[in-house]
């Protein structure tokens, strides 16, 4: 049944008001600042790093090619390559070649840290094992390059990110829904 126009007034004055709890109104601002901080802000940093320019920022010279041993990955894992130089021995991930004689550098490239480069040629690059004690210096290329690395922001930091801001804003909007259950009920 519906109300006539002159019981209008009345039937929205006897409606009931709820106020926004202030449980819904923390939840609904958290929700919005974890949106924005923790799944745009790192989202936006994986564009401008996948759109940026590889390049080697830090260089120094691991000696020459020697020989390398490889070793099969586990389950999960990937395969090790223990690369002998002159002056050494270096362990990469993956499996690495080159001719014997050839210059190798280890460079540390702006978006994914610590390499076993063929000098002149990133398209050789394998990602070291472990750190590197030698000695490295700044490139040319350091110079016009954002080292997303060295501010921390390598791509298993940002994922990191994303993942805990994805779960931070699901805990969030399920505060939010709990808070708007009331309202929806009454």
Known sequence: MTASPEQMPDAIAAAPTHKASKYWEIFSVVFVLVLVLGVAAPIALLIWQSAAT??????????????????????????????????????????FSAPRGRALAVEELNKTGLHLCAVGDLETCLPLAGQWAGELTATPQAA???????????????????????????????????????????
Not at 56 to 78: D, E, N, P, Y
Not at 168 to 184: E, N
Request: no cysteine.
């Open 54 to 95: 590889t390049a080697a920022v830090r260089s120094g010279s691991a000696g020459a090619f020697v020989s390398a041993t490889a070793s099969q990955g586990g389950f999960l894992s990937t395969p090790l390559t223990n690369v002998q130089t002159t002056l050494g021995s270096v362990v990469v991930q993956g499996t």
């Open 144 to 186: 016009g390059a954002f080292d997303f690395v060295g501010h921390g922001l390598s791509r298993d930091n940002l994922d990191r990110w994303l993942g805990a801001g994805l779960m931070v804003a699901f805990i969030a909007l399920l505060g939010v829904i709990a808070g708007a259950v009331p309202r929806i009920l009454a």
